[in-house]
């Protein structure tokens, strides 16, 4: 049986100094060895970064023009620039970008949301990293072996409304595989590859939420990992080559 457990009393972090005893002291009669630990990014980077001030930005002349075709404040516009590897595509009021974790979203995955008045937060530039410190955190200061999620909410392709994904991974593959194994009716499957962290992620979001829940850790337990695979978020990023809508 697989369990969802949220990590209660999680205060609004926003001291460097303490924010990782907090967190430590938060798991510490809860996580178990196999937990799964989906920790949504936003309070790391209200208090770590990148976090932007807007006020404090001034707009080059590119954000300034797409500013100008959106309707958009130039300040905001100017932070998804910073933010990007790429612009993808413009319009329909919002500007569809590759950010600096190689994840194509919906301005290049900025929230103002939980940032703080007047502040605007991005993702890690290496969530990957982070899940890895986090890990072996946990592992010396409470002796437990877990696997960690770094998650973000973001929307999809032709698909209306957000779901949470897996932008860092540590412990775990991001992906497990399906291909060479029979189906139900002895066909062998082909091409089949599972996004477990995204899956993982999502479920957490049930309890997580978007709003004022205060739940930004999220135990997940009994869940049975297959360490097949590589131990990299980036994995689920489809290549340029790759993708069918640009």
Not at 38 to 46: D, E, L, M
Not at 165 to 181: C, F
Not at 188 to 216: H, Y
Request: aromatic letters at 4%.
């Amino acid at each position: 049986m697989i369990s969802i457990i949220p990590v209660p009393n999680i205060p609004i972090l926003n001291d460097e100094g303490t924010f990782w005893e907090i967190i430590i002291s938060s798991l510490k009669d809860l996580i178990e060895d196999k937990d799964v630990l989906v920790f949504a990014h936003t309070p790391y980077s209200r208090v770590f970064g990148p976090k932007y001030t807007i006020n404090n930005i001034i707009p080059s002349e590119k954000a300034k023009e797409i500013a100008e075709s959106l309707e958009k404040d130039p300040r905001k516009i100017e932070i998804v620039l910073r933010s990007s590897n790429q612009v993808i595509k413009t319009g329909r009021n919002v500007i569809i970008a590759e950010n600096k974790a190689g994840i194509v979203c919906a301005n290049a995955g900025l929230d103002e949301s939980n940032a703080g008045l007047g502040c605007v937060i991005a993702i890690p530039d290496d969530p990957d990293k982070l899940a890895r410190e986090m890990r072996s955190l946990i592992k010396k200061e409470l002796n437990r072996d877990v696997i960690i999620i770094i998650s973000d909410t973001v929307g999809r392709a032709l698909r209306k409304g957000a779901v949470n994904i897996g932008i860092g991974v540590a412990g775990i593959p991001a992906m497990k595989s399906e291909i060479g194994k029979p189906d139900l009716f002895g066909y062998t499957m082909k091409v089949s590859q599972i996004a477990i962290a995204d899956e993982l992620a999502s479920a957490a979001e049930l309890i997580q939420g978007q709003t004022d829940e205060a739940s930004p850790l999220v135990i997940i337990r009994g869940y049975e990992v297959n360490f097949e695979g590589e131990e990299s978020a980036r994995v689920l990023n489809r290549p340029e080559d790759e993708r069918l809508f640009k």
